[in-house]
């Protein structure tokens, strides 16, 4: 049989189906169709497309991936297709529009518009991109975080255990207590940890589907969906509060050990005592997300605490000082009585206080109690158990384990000192309206604190 001129029938998975876009000049059963003309408003399959590609007078029509918002393109007043964009109004227009009801208004193509919204998306992909990397980190940060959480809670425990089998009958309870403390306490920041990491990594897919509709929009032909689309995609959702950069190492757990090891040593009676100081540092230790460090006067006074001065720790010692003599145009050694005294309370947690000193200048520190029986001159952070804010009229230094670090920054007549114990930060600012950071010092204190005072009482 001769099949001359008989066209074989297109396999099933030509046609269009449910989600497809159809050739529009197709009888009967529609094609899928391979293009859309922007200029025709239609779509085409491969047979009716090729007018297109074989006349000149479809030459300059503009031939996009098959689309189903062609009609987007259309002026709904004027029936016209849209090829201006008024920047007044934010809107596609057609030529009409743009001699009728947006006259005078900004107007441009289409094309230009969509070139500078395509340099807008650039931006909001990078800043996406930027946030998935920062999301990452924090992710990565809260992994090493509970695992620090096990090992420290685990260390607690063990060294808790040692301590309080040395203990009589009458302690037996609070070691339970304890025990039973750290692991609640173990426990809830590990949930809190698999929490937050799960919330990251749900906006890191977000952020990654935000970044893929972009990226899909970023390279359609079709300028007028692209300036229906921007808008909104391009907007970003507010970033809940995240750990980010302010994520900080974990509090010391390990700091309770330290409170039940000073306990062990004493009598039944000194230890009932010292009970409320073990189970508050436990029930102390801070979340995984620490809270911001204040920034006005008003914020640190929140966390004011009142200094007594212990007299069994004063001493006073004889120092020399080299002074310059602007007469002589030299300079000239002094002898300095200077007088220190430490605090009675040993603080932890966040705390603030200030101090106002003299013509004569002032040492400004924090150390260990220990650190009061080796002698004087044990505050000027000659050591590494003390840390010290040297002030005078005309210079301010930071010591620490014998190094000297110069301050810059002017100084009022007033300092005041932020710790903050478990976090690790110790600040001392100028006191004025805005605060003025002098010095921040981020370590792990492995005891309370006490601060002191160094001040010169004259010359010799």
């Known amino acids: 049989m001769d099949h001359t001129g008989l066209q074989a029938a297109p396999p099933d998975r030509c046609y269009a189906g449910p989600g497809d876009v159809a050739c529009d000049f197709c009888a009967g059963r529609k094609l899928k169709a391979l293009k859309s003309c922007l200029v025709c408003l239609a779509s085409y399959c491969e047979q009716h497309l090729q007018p297109h590609y074989e006349s000149s007078t479809f030459e300059k029509h503009k031939l996009v991936d098959p689309s189903k918002k062609l009609q987007e393109n259309i002026c709904s007043r004027h029936d016209e297709v849209m090829k201006m964009f008024c920047r007044t109004d934010q809107q596609c227009i057609c030529y009409l529009c743009s001699v009728d009801e947006h006259k005078g208004h900004d107007k441009v193509s ?70 039973e403390r750290i692991r609640s306490r173990q426990k809830e920041e590990a949930s809190r940890a698999e929490e937050l990491q799960e919330k990251l990594k749900r906006e890191i897919a977000e952020l990654r589907r935000k970044d893929a509709e972009l990226e899909q929009l970023s390279h359609t032909e079709d300028h007028i969906h692209f300036l229906h689309s921007y808008p909104s995609l391009s907007r970003l959702s507010e970033s809940t509060d995240s750990p980010g950069t302010d994520i900080s190492p974990l509090r010391n757990i390990k700091g309770m050990t330290a409170a039940v090891s000073e306990a062990r040593d004493k009598l039944r009676g000194i230890l009932r005592e010292e009970w409320p100081k073990i189970s508050l540092t436990v029930t102390e230790v801070d979340v995984l997300l620490p809270q911001p460090e204040p920034k006005t006067r008003a914020e640190f006074l929140q966390y004011s605490r009142k200094i007594t001065l212990d007299p069994n720790t004063a001493r006073t010692y004889v120092s020399f000082s080299s002074v310059s003599n602007r007469e002589k ?132």
């Open 110 to 179: 289409a094309a230009a518009e969509r070139t500078e919204k395509q340099k807008e998306l650039g931006v909001s992909r990078q800043q996406i991109q930027q946030r998935i990397q920062d999301r990452e980190k924090d992710v990565k940060v809260l992994q090493q975080e509970a695992e620090a959480i096990d090992r420290s809670a685990d260390e607690a425990v063990e060294d808790s255990e040692k301590i309080f089998t040395e203990l009589v009958q009458f302690i037996e309870k609070r070691r339970s207590e304890v025990k």
């Open 329 to 460: 145009k030299g300079k000239y050694s002094r002898l300095l009585k200077l007088r220190e005294v430490l605090s009675k309370e040993g603080l932890t947690g966040r705390c603030y206080w200030e101090v106002e000193w003299s013509s004569w200048g002032a040492s400004v520190a924090v150390s260990y109690k220990d650190i009061s029986s080796e002698g004087p001159c044990n505050l000027s952070g000659c050591n590494d158990r003390s840390w010290a804010l040297d002030c005078s009229n005309n210079s301010c230094e930071f010591r620490h384990n014998s190094i000297k670090t110069p301050i810059p920054a002017p100084l009022h007549s007033t300092i005041g000192v932020y710790l903050d114990h478990r976090a690790g930060i110790l600040s001392f600012y100028s006191v004025s309206e805005p605060m003025t950071l002098l010095h921040r010092v981020q370590t792990t204190f492995t005891q309370p604190l006490h601060p002191g005072f160094t001040f010169c009482d004259g010359d010799v």
